[in-house]
């Protein structure tokens, strides 16, 4: 599932504006999903309020999991996947 959503953050990403390449990246340094994510929202391209739900709701989802609640972790999941949807899905 973490893979989807790295998918669909590299897709926003590939899809909008660019920005300058930061100093780790003129080292080699591979982008983190949550660098990639600060990056969308410093140029307008995701809210960042959208990004802390998806985080939160993610986090509860592994937490439901180690407990083994199938249920509330697949909730979670639903949640972080609406969460991600274009506006125009909604």
Request: one cysteine or more.
């Amino acid at each position: 599932m973490q893979a989807r959503f790295d998918a669909r953050l590299d897709a926003i990403a590939g899809a909008g504006r660019v920005a300058r390449q930061s100093l780790g990246a003129d080292l080699s340094h591979q982008p983190t999903p949550r660098s990639i994510a600060a990056a969308e929202v410093k140029l307008g391209e995701l809210n960042q309020h959208v990004v802390r739900s998806v985080r939160r709701a993610l986090n509860r989802a592994r937490v439901a999991d180690a407990r083994g609640n199938t249920r509330r972790c697949e909730k979670e999941l639903a949640r972080a996947e609406r969460a991600l949807r274009p506006v125009s899905t909604r």
